[in-house]
């Protein structure tokens, strides 16, 4: 099911991929011819369509539900009142009438959703984020110590991760009231383009988005590259983040439908990544991989200036996980699909132009936050403004 | 603002305020008649119509902003699906188009919340229940441990109860982000129906909910005596609750709204409760005020049958507020409305029928949950079956 929202986003915005992605009865044709195997399709919207929800749940009674209808993008859910309010609308209420629609129709199926590692928020505590829950200590009514394993505590960055902690409070009531087994998948940043499957025609190939609102940050430095132009590092680039190939995503999806958690048993939290890097280290990898130039610009951003990130994703390789990394050679496979479709690109939709804050210049300052120590601002900061 | 939601529900749910409410006009007519002064109003849906709401803020420029506008009762929002979705809908947009507009405007307003005691669900962990934030260690990404303070880990009994937790989350974001001043008054059970305003003219009386799903435990109870209806019990009657008197309420409102929080302070959270009761110790004062007889009807929510409860309370304590209690003479004034409107009464409407469970029979069970024993099944349970 799809509503097509995100390539509405893309006429919204004046944007395309890259890669020049097919319709979808396109890609399923594609599909079919080359594996001789049939992708269902019904356009619907799960945010708005439950009664059509509720009819397909019924007719199929699937094992699983991947939910994956929720607007992705932190920069396009700050632009604007409109799309703060889009993206909580629509995400909110496509969990909740997913989860409603099952215990509605009464169909035992398991929900594998696809969360955020920013839910946690990076660089306020530097903490190190366990798999979903922490244990803490609280005083007892009856003045005795409890000790009791909670949600880790969530502090997220913009309105589209703080939906993804509203939807986490969703799984959790709906698992302990209706005992809904649920996977929630708190991915970090996705890099690269091509799976297995997506390999295997050109009428496959997945999005590669490179502007200021859904492109991600290795390819778009990769695009950038491919097209001459300077690696835009927002701010100081002291930001670390956890990183995972889109190949593993797919991988950690299957991986979660082959193990689905048993009926009674609390919500399943991966913390579905592989790597950890500093966004000025990636800039330089980069740099030494392709000879292009780095460039420090404002950060649209209100987070931490520099911070520290240390992951736990222990669940998901006991299950068979083999990390794919940036040592691998898969970020030259993506330097070439930006180098193939480098006459796509459209210069003028590189900029991040979605502000955090009203008004208020890109904030350009390095300063002491949280626990770590900011870097010395680089020389030239902000010589080309904030759109580099 | 008000978009006559809940005048709507007694329509949906045939059922009506004990006390004969006026319409919104007359009341108001009645309180320019009784005081001189002048209540502004506008019919507004603040989860639907936002360009209205930006309009209205723009052109008043609040100090402050008492947000009321939600669904509030929980058996309500448990009673189907479409209750579910709009229960999450209706509160979660709401909260979420104040705030935007707040951001959007530009009015630096105060924003007082109406939450609910219920966020941390009872008897789960029998942990003492501070205001609103809980200090907890946590492992560093360096290896060290971090304290850090957190919201208060939340357990929602009710999708109800859950909005309000999605609510906290988008008030600490908003705060975090946008700085916006928000203190958010986490209530017991209301009890009572008069307030010194309302008893200034018979027009002004306020609602006195008796039905299944938005009766209040305590004012169902001296309905249920002033009719010769026995006292329904929910279970073994051996969960315990925080109470509030109407009348600190407002008390309590007015505090918040006296004593903002300063720019850039974080998000206030106070428990607005003055005393706690186990319900069927409540039904025994009933009892004992009225000679009603008790009775042990089944529990259709899913909650733990006994638990301890003690919550904070010193801050609003600390702002001025003198508690209502039980032993002061306001029940008897609860019990003369009864009495004065009993022929006003549907006894059909006083079940609980709404059922947090599909198709499950109510659970009559008392069963050892979370840290407290339970009291053996009172003799009789379930004879008159579960609507008493």
Same mark, same amino acid.
């Given at each position: 099911m799809d509503n097509f929202a995100r390539r509405r986003a893309d006429v919204e915005l004046g944007a395309e991929s890259l890669t020049p992605i097919r319709t979808l009865d396109e890609r399923l044709a594609a599909w079919r011819e080359v594996t001789g195997r049939d992708i269902g399709f019904r356009e619907l919207d799960v945010a708005k369509d439950y009664d059509e929800l509720c009819e397909l749940l019924q007719a /199929? &009674?699937? %094992?699983?539900v991947v939910h994956f209808a929720e607007q992705r993008a932190a920069p396009y859910s700050m632009k604007s009142s409109w799309h703060k309010r889009y993206t909580v609308d629509n995400n909110v209420n496509a969990t909740n009438n997913l989860l409603a629609a099952i215990v509605e129709t009464g169909v035992d199926c398991h929900v594998v959703h696809l969360g955020t590692m920013?839910?946690?928020?990076?660089?306020?505590?530097g903490t190190k984020i366990p798999e979903g829950y922490l244990s803490v200590r609280m005083d007892g009514a009856d003045g005795t110590e409890i000790e009791q394993e909670i949600l880790h505590p969530t502090n997220p960055g913009s309105i589209y991760h703080l939906t993804k902690t509203q939807d986490q409070l969703l799984f959790a009531f709906y698992n302990k009231n209706d005992e809904i087994r649920v996977t929630d998948l708190h991915q970090g940043i996705v890099w690269g383009t091509q799976t297995a499957e997506t390999k295997l025609d050109d009428r496959l190939i997945n999005r590669f988005d490179y502007d200021g609102d859904y492109g991600t940050v290795l390819n778009r430095f990769l695009m950038q590259a491919a097209i001459g132009h300077p690696l835009t590092v927002h701010g100081t680039g002291g930001q670390t983040r956890a990183f995972i190939h889109i190949q593993d995503t797919v991988r950690c999806i299957r991986l979660a439908l082959e193990n689905p958690p048993q009926r009674g048993e609390r919500v399943r939290i991966f913390n579905q990544m592989t790597e950890v890097h500093r966004l000025r280290d990636l800039a330089g990898i980069v740099q030494e991989l392709t000879g292009a130039e780095i460039e420090y610009v404002g950060n649209p951003r209100k987070e931490a200036f520099e911070n520290e990130l240390a992951v736990d994703n222990q669940r998901l390789l006991d299950l068979g996980l083999s990390p794919t990394t940036l040592a691998d050679d898969l970020m030259r496979e993506v330097a070439e699909i930006a180098e193939r479709f !480098?006459? &796509?690109?459209? &210069? *003028? !939709?590189?900029?991040? &132009? *979605? $502000?955090?804050? $009203? %008004? @208020? %210049?890109?904030d350009m300052r390095a300063e002491r936050t949280g626990r770590t120590q900011a870097a010395p601002a680089? @020389?030239? /900061?902000g010589s080309r403004g904030h759109d580099g």
């Open positions: /199929l &009674r699937p %094992e699983a920013g839910v946690y928020g990076y660089g306020t505590a !480098k006459h &796509r690109c459209d &210069r *003028s !939709k590189i900029p991040a &132009r *979605s $502000r955090w804050v $009203r %008004e @208020a %210049e890109p680089p @020389a030239g /900061l």
